[in-house]
């Protein structure tokens, strides 16, 4: 969250009930926790896995997506363990694209 997004969510909320008797660093925890969804969700190797993939030159939704499929379908298995898989299938087939034939 940046700047700019906290300075417009104060002048849309500060007069609003809910708001009006907290502090402005109450006020700007509150803001925090409302966005706190959109944190860091996956890590790799001690970073984002944003920026892994960045770094490495691989397709990070191709990876996400295989993330969020096997989570779906109950695997077992852990993070670090699927983010792997994803990368070694993108790096022995390339670019992971599933499409739903009907």
Same mark, same amino acid.
């Given at each position: 969250? =940046?700047? #700019? =997004?906290?300075?417009?969510?104060? %002048? #849309?909320? $500060?007069? !609003?009930?809910? *708001?009006?008797?907290?502090?402005?660093?109450?006020?700007?925890?509150?803001?925090?926790?409302? *966005?706190?969804?959109?944190?860091? $969700? *996956? %890590?790799? $190797?001690?970073?984002?896995?944003?920026?892994?993939?960045?770094? =490495?030159?691989? /397709? *990070?939704? /191709? &990876?996400?997506?295989? &993330?969020? #499929? /096997?989570?779906?379908?109950?695997?077992?298995? %852990? +993070?670090?363990?699927?983010? !792997?898989? @994803?990368?070694? %299938?993108?790096? #022995?087939? @390339? &670019? +992971?694209?599933?499409? $739903?034939?009907?």
């Amino acid at each position: 969250m =940046n700047y #700019r =997004n906290i300075i417009s969510f104060i %002048t #849309r909320h $500060k007069g !609003e009930d809910k *708001y009006k008797l907290l502090s402005d660093d109450e006020f700007i925890e509150q803001i925090m926790s409302i *966005y706190e969804p959109l944190e860091l $969700k *996956y %890590t790799y $190797k001690g970073e984002s896995l944003y920026n892994y993939c960045a770094n =490495n030159d691989i /397709s *990070y939704y /191709s &990876v996400l997506s295989h &993330v969020k #499929r /096997s989570l779906a379908k109950g695997s077992n298995k %852990t +993070i670090d363990e699927l983010v !792997e898989e @994803g990368i070694k %299938t993108i790096n #022995r087939y @390339g &670019v +992971i694209i599933k499409i $739903k034939i009907k």
